[in-house]
Nanobody, 118 residues
Framework: QVQLVESGGGLVQAGESLRLSCAAP????????MAWYRQPPEKQRELVAR??????????DYADFVKGRFTISRDNAKNTVFLQMNSLKPEDTAVYYC?????????WGQGTLVTVSS
């Protein structure tokens, strides 16, 4: 079973920033596509951002509701994917989950809570 370790959630005010991190096993990470999902209270889980690697190029795509505010990135040397969240809004309040897909694996982190107060 693949273990993903998330960190960085917390309570912030609207307009502030947070950075989430997710570490994965190195022998899997560099071959895998990584993504962040979130699940707001009483709502379904939704894709926030995804980063894929093809050759030496990273490709990132975002949900419309975070474009221009969130940035996904990966550090293959540290086997870590990041989600930089700027200009946070109360509607960004959710449990954020890291997802790894690769080598026939589909693994999830335990989730980290982000709460944005108005």
């Amino acid at each position: 079973q693949v273990q993903l370790v998330e960190s960085g959630g917390g309570l912030v005010q609207a307009g502030e920033s947070l950075r989430l991190s997710c570490a994965a096993p190195g022998n899997i990470f560099r071959f895998s596509d990584m993504a962040w999902y979130r699940q707001p209270p009483e709502k379904q889980r939704e894709l926030v951002a995804r980063i894929t690697v093809r050759g030496n190029t990273n490709y990132a795509d975002y949900a419309d509701f975070v474009k221009g505010r969130f940035t996904i990135s990966r550090d293959n040397a540290k086997n870590t994917v990041f989600l930089q969240m700027n200009s946070l809004k109360p509607e960004d309040t959710a449990v954020y989950y890291c997802n790894l897909r690769g080598l026939k694996l589909d693994a999830w982190g335990q989730g980290t809570l982000v709460t944005v107060s108005s």
